[in-house]
């Protein structure tokens, strides 16, 4: 099981306390973006600190605030091969309610989704960059085996990982079905990242994971937590901020059964 923590501006501070702590990491590709520029920033070699870090499409983001990507594929995939991501997320179309508000304009998403992936990979090969990481998308069951479907078909051949969108707001026995669901149908070798799917979902998941499925999760909950504690009667500084990441990443790990011994809460 893994848990990536997402990274907040100030990219270096924070996966400066990350990266020394070996928690991977998650970044959005809206945090990139300059939106006065229209361009994605240089990403140099060292902002990061080295740690293991990939990259999200900010699909739900873009959507949210932009009603559409504010950057062309091309660009992002630009930003794909200007740093060395552990994986980085093709562009997929969110399907949450607020986004997606009736069942056509869901099964629209679910292909659009795989249609970007088509695009994105042959992109990506035309310019040398690794492939895409594939995102599964729907809202019901069935339109995550529709996905599979119509992703199976750009893909030929499943890799090692694929991301299953539009989880972050799920109670985890709806998250569960489709795991179990997507657990049924795909090749056991094919891990699942399930984008921002709360903790209180992957002991859920003991069966899955027993069969040898990968499965992995990403939160920002950390820092809402941190500035909900503390509500500007104390500076939410980056360290302090950090502390509150770490502490959120080995408490839930130890709930998943999984900590390393050794570590614990982090101080700075």
Known sequence: MTLRLGVPASFRRFSTVFAGQGAPMLVSANALYNHKTHRFRTVPHDLFSGGDIALDSAGFVAMAHY????????????????????????MDYCCEPEIAADRSVVKE???ATADMLATVRGLADSEGVAEPMPVLQG???????ESVGLVGEVLGEWPGLVGVGSMCRRQPRSALSIVEALHDVLPLSVGLHLF????????????????????????????????MDRPGTLPNSVDVRACWAMSFYWRTLAGWHAVPSGQGRLTL
Not at 75 to 88: I, Q
């Open 67 to 90: 009603k559409a990507y504010p950057w062309q594929p091309a660009d992002y995939v630009g930003l794909a091969g200007s740093y060395p991501w552990t994986w980085w997320a093709s």
């Open 109 to 111: 998403r679910v292909t």
């Open 139 to 145: 809202w019901l069951v069935a339109d995550y085996l």
């Open 196 to 227: 921002g799917a709360k903790s209180d979902i992957i002991p859920l998941l003991g069966d899955v994971m027993a069969a040898g499925r990968r499965i992995e999760s990403d939160s920002m909950a950390w820092d809402q937590a941190c500035r």
